[in-house]
C-alpha cells in the first residue's frame, strides 16, 4: 500500500530541504524524497556567496526577490542552527568585487549608480585602496567594489544543519529513493511513483534542481537545464582573503578553516559532473590576475555542480497547470541565497493560495504560453 503524506517534496537540495523543514514546522505531514543524500548536488558543490547585490545587473523583480533573501537569511540561520545544534559559518563581512578592465569597471559603475540612489551600501576603492583592504591582492586591478552588507556561509555545513532541522521538524526524509512518475487523475495530482514504491499527497512540489525537467516529473514543458560549475579547493594561510574575493573570470572564498575554494566555470555540458583540464585553467588564469598568493598554495581538492538553469536565468516557482503541483528550480547562481525566500513562497502558495511576493516573473506557465 502506498504511503500517504499531506505533501511530499521531491529533491533534497537547500530548495526542497529548506521547504519541506518549514512546510513540516507549520504542522504539515511532510516527506522529503532525495535519490542520494540530502544536499548531494549542487547545494553542496556552491561556493556559499550570498550576493543579493554584487551580482545583480539590474533593480527588478529578481533584484527584489534576492533582497528579500538576504534579509531573510540572519533569522533563518539563527533557526537552522537552534534547531539543529550546528554551526554553519555565516557571517557578514562583504564581498570585494574587481574590475580587471575599463569594460568590466564600467559594467561596475553602472551597477552601483541605481544602487546607491536606492540607498544600498557600496563602496568605490582605488587599487592601491583594494590592495591594502585585502593583502593577497597582487594583480593588475583597475578598480574595486566593497558591498559591506553581502554575506557568506559554508554551505555544506548548513546542508547538514538543514537535514538535521528536518529531522527535529519531524519531515519523513527518505534518502536513497528516486521519484520516477507523477501521479495525477483528472486534472489534480495524487503522488509520485518511485523506485521503492508509491507515496500518495494531495500536494507534491517539484523542487529536483537541474533534473526538474525530466520526463515523467513534469506535465509541462519545464526547460531547466545544468549548467556545470568546477571548483578548485586549496590550503591557504589562514586570513589569506577576509572577504571573498569575485572578479569577471574567477572567485576566491576561504573558510573558517583556512581552505580557500576559487571558481568557477559556467558551463552547459549536460549531466556531465566532470573536471576539465580547460576548465581548471580557466579558472586559475582568472584568479592569477588578482593574485599570485594562489602559487605557493597547497592543492586540496576540486569537484564540479550543475546549476539548475531556465532560459531567462530567473528562477521557476509557483504553481503549474496541474492542481497540487508546484515547482520551484531553476535558481541558477543563487540558489543558496535563494532558499529562504523561496521557502517561505512556497509555503504561502500552498497553505493560503496566495504569496505577497510577486512572483509573475517566475511563473512555470511562462514557458507554455
Ligand atoms: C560551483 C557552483 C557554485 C555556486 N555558488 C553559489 C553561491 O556562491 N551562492 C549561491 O547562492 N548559489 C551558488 N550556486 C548555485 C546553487 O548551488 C544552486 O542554485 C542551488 O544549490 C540549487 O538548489 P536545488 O535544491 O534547486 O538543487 P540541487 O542542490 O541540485 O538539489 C536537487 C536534488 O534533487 C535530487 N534529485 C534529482 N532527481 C531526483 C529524482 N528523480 N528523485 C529524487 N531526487 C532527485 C538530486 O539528487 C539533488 O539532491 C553555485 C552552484 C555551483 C554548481
Not at 551600501?121 to 592601491?128: A, E, F, G, H, I
Not at 586549496?234 to 581552505?259: L, M, N
Not at 531567462?312 to 496541474?322: A, F, N, Y
Request: net charge positive; glycine share 10%; aromatic share 6%.
Amino acid at each position: 500500500m502506498a504511503e500517504s503524506f499531506d505533501a511530499l517534496i521531491l529533491g533534497g537540495g537547500i530548495i526542497g530541504a529548506s521547504l519541506a523543514e518549514e512546510l513540516s514546522r507549520h504542522g504539515r505531514h511532510v516527506a522529503l524524497i532525495e535519490r542520494d543524500r540530502i544536499g548531494a548536488e549542487a547545494s553542496t558543490a556552491a561556493a556559499g556567496i550570498l550576493s543579493s547585490q554584487a551580482d545583480v545587473a539590474q533593480p527588478d523583480a529578481f533584484f527584489d526577490l534576492c533582497q528579500a533573501s538576504r534579509k531573510m537569511y540572519p533569522r533563518w540561520i539563527e533557526h537552522v542552527q537552534r534547531r539543529s545544534g550546528l554551526s554553519v559559518g555565516y557571517s557578514v563581512d562583504g564581498v570585494l568585487h574587481v574590475a580587471m578592465n575599463s569594460k568590466e569597471e564600467k559594467l561596475l559603475d553602472k551597477r552601483i549608480r541605481w544602487q546607491l540612489k536606492r540607498g544600498l551600501k557600496v563602496t568605490r576603492l582605488s587599487p592601491r585602496e583594494a590592495k591594502r583592504f585585502n593583502a593577497a591582492i597582487d594583480g593588475r586591478i583597475k578598480r574595486a567594489y566593497f558591498f559591506p552588507t553581502e554575506a557568506q556561509i559554508d554551505n555544506a555545513l548548513l546542508m547538514a544543519a538543514l537535514g538535521a532541522a528536518c529531522q527535529k521538524a519531524g519531515v519523513e526524509t527518505r534518502e536513497g529513493v528516486t521519484a520516477t512518475r507523477l501521479r495525477m487523475e483528472g486534472g489534480e495530482i495524487k503522488g509520485v511513483d518511485t523506485d521503492r514504491g508509491a507515496f500518495d499527497a494531495p500536494i507534491v512540489v517539484n523542487c529536483l534542481g537541474s533534473w526538474a525537467g525530466v520526463e515523467g516529473l513534469t506535465p509541462q514543458p519545464l526547460p531547466v537545464v545544468p549548467i556545470r560549475g568546477q571548483m578548485l579547493v586549496f590550503d591557504g594561510p589562514k586570513g589569506s582573503f577576509r572577504t571573498p574575493v569575485i572578479g569577471e573570470r574567477a572567485y576566491a572564498i576561504q573558510r573558517r578553516d583556512g581552505r580557500v575554494l576559487v571558481g568557477s566555470t559556467l558551463e552547459p555540458a549536460g549531466f556531465h559532473k566532470a573536471l576539465t583540464l580547460g576548465g581548471m585553467h580557466e579558472i586559475l588564469c582568472g584568479l592569477r590576475h588578482i593574485t599570485s598568493a594562489v602559487n605557493n598554495w597547497t592543492y586540496l581538492t576540486a569537484w564540479a555542480g550543475l546549476r539548475p538553469c531556465a532560459p531567462d536565468k530567473l528562477p521557476v516557482m509557483g504553481q503549474t497547470s496541474v492542481k497540487g503541483l508546484y515547482v520551484a528550480t531553476g535558481h541558477y547562481r543563487h540558489g543558496i541565497l535563494l532558499a529562504p525566500v523561496t521557502a517561505h513562497i512556497l509555503t504561502e502558495l500552498i497553505l493560503n493560495g496566495r504569496t505577497g511576493f510577486d512572483i509573475e516573473p517566475f511563473s512555470p506557465l511562462r514557458f507554455t504560453k
